[in-house]
């Protein structure tokens, strides 16, 4: 039992498969024959037309993987798979033909063409069967591990919904700024006034936050942008604030207050605890097909600074389950002194 263990659910699909056509086959023969015994050569015969159906049908497989056909919509795949059937069966008729002519099996009277025709329409049936079990299989489990993504992003985002003002925007951050806004009445009424817009614009987009997948970039970094001017009101020239932004980028889908949620951590974790403060650095650009984010911020990496937080698991989480494995999110220590968080999502063209 242990051995079958560690043989994958298609090898033993393969070996089972085609061991059940070698067996028809000479169950054919048995029935339909005028000798009681079965020959060598007769017997090899089936052990060919097994070898080369798996070969060929192996060499299929890897064609489809790499080539990414279960990616298409299956409207697409009509004339594909008729083409696969086609050519497969052409390729296992060569592969037998082959085997027979390295066992001297070939009758030597009947020409090439006439030899691929007749095993092409007598042997490809057996591909036509395989083509379709595959393929479908494999639909139906993609539809199935999608049903299951999509799950999965309901329950994250009703337990966002339970946490978004709590992960998203820290309670201090909310008791700071309006203490801010406090002591600013007296003295810059105008910027005040503008503080508790900028509140208001950030406390209400993390309200509907848990009602969106995605946001264009654009409107994460205007929050971005409120939220660090009510920061730099408490910090004032310890916080240094740098943009560098290709307007190309501005359209992309991201998720919600993910962008936020990484600032947030960069203050709390570094500009905060630094003496003389420091820059808050927020890159986007395009590197390959990916729109890559980056938030810098001055600082020392160091165990308060850790991917488990609900925060950033819950901006991993939620980057697997939009963008699967194609999206990529990591925090690292560079250049010294300089924390950076970078976010790399699939680039989705209009």
């Given at each position: 039992?242990?051995?079958?263990?560690?043989?994958?659910?298609?090898?033993?699909?393969?070996?089972?498969?085609?061991?059940?056509?070698?067996?028809?086959?000479?169950?054919?023969?048995?029935?339909?024959?005028?000798?009681?015994?079965?020959?060598?050569d007769?017997?090899?015969?089936?052990?060919?037309?097994?070898?080369?159906?798996?070969?060929s049908?192996?060499?299929?497989?890897?064609?489809?993987?790499?080539?990414?056909?279960?990616?298409?919509?299956?409207?697409?795949?009509?004339?594909?798979?008729?083409?696969?059937?086609?050519?497969?069966?052409?390729?296992?008729?060569?592969?037998?033909?082959?085997?027979?002519y390295?066992?001297?099996?070939?009758?030597?009277?009947?020409?090439?063409?006439?030899?691929?025709?007749?095993?092409?329409?007598?042997?490809?049936?057996?591909?036509?069967?395989?083509?379709?079990?595959?393929?479908?299989?494999?639909?139906?489990?993609?539809?199935?591990?999608?049903?299951l993504?999509?799950?999965?992003?309901?329950?994250?985002?009703?337990?966002?919904?339970?946490?978004?003002?709590?992960?998203?925007?820290?309670?201090?951050?909310?008791?700071?700024?309006?203490?801010?806004?406090?002591?600013?009445?007296?003295?810059?009424?105008?910027?005040?006034r503008?503080?508790i817009t900028?509140?208001?614009t950030?406390?209400?987009?993390?309200?509907?936050?848990?009602?969106?997948?995605?946001?264009?970039?654009?409107?994460e970094?205007?929050?971005?942008?409120?939220?660090?001017a009510?920061?730099?009101i408490?910090?004032?020239?310890?916080?240094q604030?740098e943009?560098?932004?290709?307007?190309?980028?501005?359209?992309?889908?991201?998720?919600?207050?993910m962008?936020?949620?990484?600032?947030?951590?960069?203050?709390?974790?570094?500009?905060?605890?630094?003496?003389?403060?420091g820059?808050?650095?927020?890159?986007?650009?395009?590197?390959?097909?990916?729109?890559?984010?980056?938030?810098?911020?001055?600082?020392?990496l160091n165990g308060?600074?850790?991917?488990?937080?609900?925060?950033?698991s819950?901006?991993?989480?939620?980057l697997?389950?939009?963008?699967?494995?194609?999206?990529?999110?990591?925090?690292?220590?560079?250049?010294?002194?300089?924390?950076?968080?970078?976010?790399?999502?699939?680039?989705?063209?209009?």
């Amino acid at each position: 039992m242990k051995i079958f263990n560690r043989i994958s659910n298609y090898w033993l699909c393969q070996i089972g498969g085609w061991g059940l056509v070698g067996f028809s086959l000479l169950f054919y023969v048995v029935i339909f024959r005028d000798s009681e015994r079965l020959t060598f050569d007769e017997i090899l015969k089936m052990i060919i037309y097994v070898t080369s159906g798996i070969i060929s049908t192996h060499l299929l497989r890897e064609y489809i993987r790499r080539s990414g056909w279960m990616l298409l919509p299956i409207e697409k795949m009509g004339t594909r798979l008729i083409a696969a059937i086609i050519c497969t069966s052409i390729l296992y008729s060569l592969v037998v033909m082959v085997f027979y002519y390295i066992f001297r099996l070939s009758d030597r009277e009947t020409s090439f063409l006439s030899k691929l025709l007749m095993n092409f329409l007598n042997l490809g049936i057996f591909i036509i069967p395989w083509v379709l079990i595959y393929y479908f299989y494999h639909y139906i489990e993609k539809s199935r591990r999608q049903q299951l993504d999509t799950l999965k992003l309901e329950a994250l985002v009703k337990e966002l919904e339970l946490k978004t003002i709590k992960s998203h925007i820290n309670p201090h951050f909310i008791f700071n700024a309006l203490n801010s806004i406090r002591a600013l009445i007296d003295e810059n009424p105008g910027r005040a006034r503008n503080a508790i817009t900028e509140l208001s614009t950030i406390l209400r987009s993390s309200m509907q936050a848990e009602k969106l997948e995605t946001v264009p970039f654009e409107k994460e970094l205007n929050i971005v942008r409120d939220y660090l001017a009510l920061e730099h009101i408490r910090f004032e020239d310890r916080l240094q604030v740098e943009y560098e932004v290709d307007e190309d980028t501005l359209d992309q889908p991201v998720p919600p207050m993910m962008l936020q949620t990484l600032v947030e951590n960069a203050i709390k974790h570094g500009i905060g605890k630094e003496v003389r403060g420091g820059v808050i650095k927020i890159v986007s650009d395009f590197k390959g097909d990916f729109h890559e984010l980056i938030v810098q911020n001055s600082g020392i990496l160091n165990g308060q600074v850790n991917e488990e937080g609900f925060g950033l698991s819950s901006t991993k989480n939620r980057l697997k389950l939009l963008f699967g494995d194609k999206s990529n999110f990591e925090i690292k220590q560079v250049n010294g002194n300089i924390v950076e968080a970078k976010v790399l999502i699939p680039v989705i063209t209009n």
